[in-house]
């Protein structure tokens, strides 16, 4: 279904949407209770998953749920709550605040991650929501696989490339990408060059100044912890219970990848999701792009959208990023209405199918659909 874009009220769009949110109200502690509830589901699959991961074959089951608690604690807890959507809770823990999240110490605690929280903060936050398929858009698929879309390459070559880089993609891509942003923002600042990519040389090395930050606050941090100090701890069961630890881990991680990867690639890119060759001008104009450049999955139960990390109600999430997990649910219904009231599309598909619709993208099968004026 392609729209006639031009012809859209937007002023209408926006006072209909701003109307969502004023019904919603302010974040109350039934909401914090909610993210608490989907905070424990995930620390216990992790603490599960660690109880097996020490026994062979077990560990392999054990290796899954550490995953399980890995994406959550990425998806279901830091993503909200760094979108500041639980700030205004009366009486709300700092540690569940933007302000105190994930910050110094807390980072051990609140998300150890390859990713380091204020650059993903930066590039995720600030660049790909209010740039959502621009060329600015850090997460603009189709024009960070551009070199492979073109390339020479054997089709059924970049099938296995997109595959296994499927499975890397944290550690390989969204750490040095993050970094590379807020350290080009941090230039900017102080009127430095801006360095185009990470996919070079300085940006790995551990002796040159982007390097060594990749190096020492992404790399090195959860290495040591997750792979280190982990499997050690089981050290008074033997020398096989660490190496299976280690084995779970490194399995574990793998798993982790992939999961992000279904739930957060697809969301932005396929054949029938548009790309804008300029900036939007209005409020209505910006949410006009966050429905039709997004697509959602299934959805459902707490239990379904905590598999999907609250990611299959992408549409709601971008039209209002700092709102709870739990009012995603309610909001879905009224959104669909407003999107047919307006003749726009609302996408909605399982998250398999959007995930082959992506891999048909990145190796240059298809294209998006571009909005070329405003």
């Not at 991680?253 to 957060?264: A, D, P, Q």
Request: with cysteine.
């Amino acid at each position: 279904m392609q729209i006639e874009y031009a012809q859209v009220d937007q002023k209408q769009l926006a006072k209909d949407i701003d109307a969502i949110k004023e019904s919603i109200g302010k974040p109350t502690a039934e909401d914090l209770k909610h993210l608490r509830k989907v905070e424990w589901w995930g620390r216990i699959s992790a603490i599960l998953g660690y109880s097996m991961a020490w026994i062979f074959p077990f560990n392999i089951i054990g290796a899954f749920l550490i995953s399980i608690g890995n994406i959550s604690r990425w998806a279901n807890v830091a993503h909200p709550v760094m979108h500041g959507a639980y700030d205004k809770v009366p009486d709300v823990p700092t540690r569940y605040t933007r302000k105190g999240f994930a910050k110094g110490w807390r980072r051990i605690i609140d998300w150890l991650d390859w990713i380091e929280p204020k650059a993903w903060d930066f590039e995720h936050n600030k660049k790909h929501h209010y740039n959502l398929g621009e060329d600015s858009d850090p997460d603009n698929v189709e024009l960070n696989l551009k070199w492979l879309r073109e390339s020479n390459i054997p089709i059924w070559l970049r099938y296995v490339i997109v595959i296994g880089f499927a499975g890397i993609w944290k550690v390989a891509y969204y750490a040095p990408q993050t970094l590379k942003m807020q350290a080009n923002f941090e230039r900017k600042k102080r009127g430095e060059t801006q360095h185009k990519s990470f996919i070079r040389l300085g940006a790995w090395s551990p002796f040159s100044e982007d390097g060594f930050r990749l190096w020492t606050r992404c790399y090195l941090p959860y290495i040591g912890f997750r792979f280190v100090f982990m499997p050690l701890l089981f050290l008074p069961l033997g020398t096989d219970a660490v190496i299976n630890v280690l084995m779970a881990s490194l399995l574990a991680e793998i798993f982790t990848n992939l999961h992000s990867f279904f739930v957060i690639i697809p969301n932005h890119s396929a054949e029938d999701i548009y790309r804008f060759e300029e900036p939007s001008k209005s409020r209505g104009e910006f949410y006009l792009r966050q429905i039709i450049g997004t697509v959602n999955y299934n959805t459902g139960s707490d239990q379904v959208d905590f598999m999907h990390g609250w990611l299959n109600y992408q549409v709601e999430h971008h039209l209002f990023p700092s709102i709870p997990l739990n009012h995603y649910q309610e909001m879905q219904p009224i959104v669909k209405q407003i999107c047919k009231k307006h003749n726009l599309p609302y996408r909605q598909e399982n998250v398999f199918k959007r995930l082959w619709m992506t891999i048909e993208l990145m190796v240059g099968k298809t294209n998006q659909l571009v909005i070329k004026h405003a």
